[in-house]
Structure formats: C-alpha cells, structure tokens
C-alpha cells in the first residue's frame, strides 16, 4: 500500500473516531482515553503503531503541555485536536512533518504508564473499538 492510501485509510479511521471521541467527552477528557481508545482501534486493524508522550506546542494557549499521542510508520493521530491544534475534532491525522511543525514535540515520560484496565474497561473500550470499526468498514 503506497504512502497516500495509507493516509487516506487513516483519514478515514480517524473520521469515524473523531465523532465517538466527541460524543462522549466524560470518558474521552483528554488524550490518554482517546489514545487508548484508538491505540485498541488500531490493534483491530492490524496497524502497527506505538503511543507517545512528551510535551507539545499547544497552538491555541500559545504554551507547553504534557500530552501523549500516536505513531505509525509515516503519521501521526492527534488524539486531542481541540486542545493541542485548536481544531474542533475528536481524533485527526497528519503527516510527521505537519504535527511536528505546528507542535515541536518533545518526548518525554509516558503517560500511558498507569494502572492497566479493569476488566470491565477493556469491554468498553473493545465495544466502543468494535463501533468505530463499523463505521470504517461503511467508508471503504
């Protein structure tokens, strides 16, 4: 698969992940549940990836935050649009180059390093994975 039909796939796994993100913005405060939730997604598909944490350049508040976020081989999901790029969307892809331009990530300590899921939140979040994951399969 080239490049662009990689991007394009993700695109669209990311509009499906954005809505589910928003819906819910209890569970999805912020991007570690976001990021677990697409990090799971993810696995579904098949896609390699790894979760990342560091500190970014926040666009809107013009400063530093602790954030966390998700690689693949050539993209990266934004897990927190709103907060981070100052765009109203639950879950968005972009090219390394892009992300890395607006934010100057910086890694650092993970955030992802807390207690492991309950059982019952890996039945949510499979469940929410398994929703996103039918309304991709409705855009290929």
């Not at 976020?69 to 968005?92: H, R, Y």
């Not at 972009?94 to 059982?119: A, C, I, M």
Request: aromatic share 6%; glycine share 8%.
């Amino acid at each position: 698969m080239s490049q662009q039909e990689d991007l394009e796939k993700l695109r669209k796994l990311t509009d499906c992940l954005g809505p589910k993100i928003m819906e819910n913005e209890v569970v999805y405060r912020g991007c570690v549940e976001s990021g677990q939730l697409i990090s799971i997604t993810l696995n579904k598909l098949g896609i390699n990836h790894r979760r990342v944490s560091g500190k970014v350049k926040s666009l809107p508040e013009k400063k530093e935050l602790q954030h966390c976020w998700i690689e693949t081989d050539d993209f990266i999901i934004e897990t927190n649009p709103s907060q981070i790029l100052g765009i109203g969307v639950g879950a968005l892809t972009l090219t390394k180059d892009t992300w890395r331009e607006l934010t100057e990530p910086k890694e650092g300590e993970s955030l992802f390093s807390g207690p492991s899921l309950t059982e019952a939140g890996k039945r949510f979040y499979d469940a929410e994975a398994e929703q996103v994951l039918r309304c991709f399969r409705g855009k290929q």
